[in-house]
């Protein structure tokens, strides 16, 4: 059973640029979560989703970012306009079911860089 | 709001030393507490969670941590450390009834032999 996978693993953009960031969550996982880890800070929750339907965002910046999980196909987490500020690990996690207790499985991360 | 906080940045140990991370979270109401591990160039991964019932609970790799519910807190203990255990280690809330999630800052722990 493959574990959550994320491509790319390194992404360069230039300012102003977009910027589009890919998770594939555990087979038969149905709820995803994205988190960001900015240089010497932890992991910081941005959204989280289920099939089709954002459960909670109120981690995501109000502007330029936006998250979907469609039917098929995986998650794609999606930067407008990129900005230097945005350069950051942006990490993955998957679970089969929701609820509080549920344990997370964390993709390796894409690190994005902007130039 | 939500915090998690973990005082500990960096901790440098010799092997077999005890180690001790501490992590304190801020919800006063029910909370689910884990424990993520992150070895150098591998996805974070599950160490141990506490949910409800005795506050020990014991994880992978003898890791253990003690949930604290008059002080807040869930430190993450192991009586002897291995060069092996050189990662960094995250601590995590998720709220119950909520979709809060909040991680700690990490702490960076570097084995020595």
């Known amino acids: 059973n493959a574990g959550v996978m994320q491509n790319p693993r390194h992404l360069v953009r230039r300012r102003g640029q977009e910027a589009r960031l890919r998770c594939s969550p555990m087979?038969?996982?149905?709820?995803v979560y994205w988190y960001r880890q900015l240089p010497e800070e932890g992991l910081k929750f941005m959204v989280y989703?289920?099939?089709?339907?954002?459960?909670?965002e109120s981690g995501m910046p109000k502007e330029r970012f936006s998250a979907e999980f469609p039917k098929e196909g995986p998650s794609i987490l999606r930067i407008q306009q990129v900005v230097r500020g945005d350069s950051a690990a942006y990490f993955c996690?998957?679970?089969?079911?929701?609820?509080?207790?549920?344990?997370?499985?964390f993709g390796p991360g894409t690190r994005l860089l902007v130039l | 709001a939500q915090s998690v906080s973990q005082h500990n940045h960096h901790v440098i140990l010799s092997e077999a030393a005890s180690l001790e991370l501490g992590c304190n979270y801020s919800?006063?109401?029910?909370?689910?507490l884990f424990w993520y591990v992150q070895y150098p160039g591998q996805h974070l991964q599950l160490l141990l969670k506490?949910?409800?019932?005795?506050?020990l609970v014991k994880g992978i790799k003898g890791f253990e941590a003690e949930f604290i519910k008059s002080k807040f807190s869930f430190n993450l203990r192991k009586p002897s450390v291995q060069w092996s255990d050189t990662a960094e280690y995250f601590c995590?809330?998720?709220?119950?009834?909520?979709?809060?999630?909040?991680f700690g800052t990490g702490t960076q722990l570097k084995v020595e032999l």
């Open positions: 996690a998957s679970s089969p079911l929701a609820g509080a207790q549920e344990t997370q499985y």
């Open positions: 919800y006063g109401g029910t909370v689910n």
């Open positions: 087979k038969g996982h149905s709820h």
């Open positions: 989703l289920q099939k089709e339907n954002i459960i909670d």
């Open positions: 506490y949910f409800s019932g005795d506050p």
């Open positions: 995590y809330s998720h709220r119950g009834g909520g979709n809060k999630l909040t």
